[in-house]
């Protein structure tokens, strides 16, 4: 009985201590995109009237761009644009179209896809919603307008494997 006892106990500090181990990975490997989305929020308060960043996206297309969504003093919702080297582009969301009712233009737009993944971006100098979709077995990137929610003309269509 004694010796059972030893290894359920030995077992249980075992487990513990790769559940502690698996948990220092996970921080360790997020570790460098929390840092950048903080100094992001960080750049865009600084640099604007926002004074709480409530989301963060990282775009990538021609040029690193980092979106930061929060609210000035007023508590009117805005977005900061912020590309290294250029002045931040700062819209009021009222000026434009939300993450939601982008999806709603999607959704009544293209019907039956697959929304792998909507973030802001710049496309050719626009500020645009970036779409990446998947609809049968093909994935597509299409950009809908900020201001209006209209989509752009251009559809990128990935190849298949």
Do not use: C
Request: charged fraction near 25%.
């Amino acid at each position: 009985m004694r010796k059972r006892t030893q290894w359920i106990l030995l077992s249980i500090v075992i487990l513990l201590i790769v559940l502690l181990g698996l948990h220092r990975f996970y921080l360790y490997i997020h570790e460098d995109t929390w840092r950048a989305e903080r100094e992001a929020i960080q750049q865009a308060k600084q640099e604007t009237d926002l004074v709480q960043g409530d989301e963060v996206w990282k775009s990538v297309w021609d040029e690193v761009t980092w979106v930061v969504q929060g609210e000035d003093e007023s508590g009117r919702k805005m977005m900061v644009w912020l590309r290294e080297g250029q002045d931040p582009e700062v819209r009021l969301l009222s000026e434009g179209k939300s993450e939601n009712q982008v999806r709603a233009i999607i959704k009544q737009t293209l019907p039956g896809i697959q929304v792998v993944r909507l973030l802001p971006g710049i496309y050719n100098n626009q500020l645009v919603w970036q779409l990446f979709y998947k609809q049968k077995d093909h994935h597509y990137y299409r950009f809908f307008s900020f201001t209006t929610g209209e989509p752009l003309p251009e559809v990128f269509t990935l190849p298949n494997r």
